[in-house]
């Protein structure tokens, strides 16, 4: 069943453009004091993997243990030095800390001089705003709608206010009780290795909402939903992967996931006509996946009031399990993010999920507070469009040119020249947007080369052009 969800999210494989970095795992048993099962424990495998952070002395990790100023400025260090090429090989100063201070000093991270006295316990502000500096070369996008003015012990204009909403909605920092900061406590080892996990591998990422009205656990793509009750749950950067079990064995499960992507009123048809060329790709090979699709239907129908492609296909593991599938695509339009809710129910199951899925979406809640605006400029999608019909054109052309006579292609070539001539225009005006790409305008760009599939001619010339796309 596992292999179900895994192929749908492979098929969405354009919705994880961040890098994510899968750490060696460290040997159990490695810290006396860490439970294998304790909530940090995933996240301290990450850092020790990165060396991010250590042990205590004595086999020990200490994770209720507070830090100081000194180890909150070490963390930040190996954090930016972690993100940054090429890496710096620290070594012992005089004090301990004195080469990680001068680092952060020299990177931005911390002015010289801001702590008289960096052996005193570091609060939350403090290790949020070091944090924020360390990342700020690579700070992930927003993907958690927090409205303004909404963390409740944060006092507008105070120190830090705008790195902690940035954080916040990265998801590095989730906040506690209702989304409170507590900035003027001290933070454990655990929670450290949570946060600094998070920096590294987006995987690590937490999906919420937070607006004046409360705080929601989950949140995909401007949506706020509950995971249904009696699954097994694993957060993801944007969104959750649930698991549903009857007599020991998988029977369902339920995933949530999104992607900045450019949706507008505008853009939605043609983002709508990609994902059915993404799918339709893995049930014909693009992609290889142990699972096979067949029987597959598609549906404009509408979820929360947005425009939504429904998906219905039966799937079949090469090995042994069959089910089926149902995709809702939501084009969230008031947040530019494309939503994916998928339901798998193996042939063997006995409850009716169906309805458990309805209640989850019965019970969503659209973010209304406009707090999560992705970085994708409407220049970019009209570039991104002018490419994408250019390169139509060529296909065609292409496709003409393989099957003209030698006569035929020589007026053809006249028609290439044209094309050659249209693209050397189109790399003059839209040329500076290749750089400083964001994950939304990305995503939107790749989702429309899969637009392309349909034009790409069969055979050979096709499959070159379709290898060297991909």
């Not at 003209?404 to 020589?410: D, F, L």
Request: hydrophobic residues 40%; negative net charge; proline residues 4%.
């Amino acid at each position: 069943m596992k292999r179900f969800i895994s192929m749908i999210a492979a098929m969405a494989l354009v919705f994880a453009l961040a890098p994510t970095v899968l750490a060696d795992e460290w040997d159990d048993g490695i810290f006396t004091d860490v439970p294998a099962d304790a909530w940090y424990a995933e996240d301290l495998d990450i850092c020790w993997a990165y060396d991010l952070a250590a042990g205590t002395g004595g086999g020990k990790f200490s994770p209720d243990k507070t830090i100081t100023l000194a180890e909150a400025v070490t963390f930040a260090a190996r954090v930016r030095n972690t993100l940054s090429w090429p890496e710096t090989d620290f070594e012992q100063g005089d004090p301990w800390y004195q080469t990680y201070v001068d680092y952060a000093v020299e990177n931005g991270i911390l002015e010289k001089d801001r702590f008289a006295d960096l052996t005193v316990p570091a609060t939350r502000r403090q290790f949020a705003t070091l944090i924020a500096a360390a990342i700020s070369v690579e700070m992930p996008e927003a993907i958690n709608p927090v409205e303004d003015g909404a963390i409740p012990d944060l006092e507008a204009g105070s120190e830090g206010y705008d790195q902690v909403y940035s954080l916040y909605r990265a998801g590095v920092l989730t906040g506690s009780d209702g989304g409170k900061f507590k900035p003027e406590t001290q933070i454990s080892r655990a929670e450290v290795v949570a946060v600094i996990a998070r920096c590294v591998d987006s995987s690590r990422l937490r999906s919420f909402m937070l607006t004046k009205e409360g705080y929601r656990d989950y949140c995909v793509g401007g949506i706020a939903l509950d995971p249904p009750e009696g699954f097994e749950v694993t957060p993801a950067a944007n969104g959750f992967t649930a698991y549903a079990y009857e007599d020991g064995e998988m029977a369902a499960g339920i995933m949530a996931q999104a992607a900045a992507a450019g949706v507008t009123p505008e853009t939605v048809g043609n983002l709508k006509s990609s994902m059915k060329s993404l799918i339709s790709g893995a049930m014909t090979g693009i992609f290889d996946f142990e699972v096979t699709l067949s029987d597959t239907e598609y549906t404009d129908t509408t979820v929360l009031g947005y425009d939504t492609l429904a998906v219905d296909t039966t799937i079949a593991d090469d090995s042994y399990s069959t089910g089926r599938v149902h995709m809702d695509i939501v084009f969230n339009t008031d947040t530019g993010f494309v939503v994916m809710f998928t339901l798998a129910v193996l042939d063997s199951a006995k409850v009716d999920y169906d309805k458990v899925y309805g209640d989850l979406l019965a019970g969503a809640t659209p973010d209304t507070t406009g707090s999560l605006k992705p970085n994708i400029r409407p220049e970019f999608i009209a570039a991104v469009d002018e490419v994408i019909a250019y390169m139509k054109d060529y296909l065609d052309l292409a496709r003409r040119y393989e099957a003209a006579t030698e006569s035929q292609r020589q007026l053809l070539a006249l028609e290439l020249t044209g094309l050659a001539q249209r693209y050397a225009d189109i790399e003059e005006r839209y040329g500076n947007f290749t750089d400083d790409i964001s994950d939304g305008e990305m995503t939107y760009m790749l989702l429309m080369i899969l637009s392309l599939r349909d034009s790409i001619p069969e055979g050979d010339l096709g499959d070159d052009i379709w290898d060297s796309i991909l």
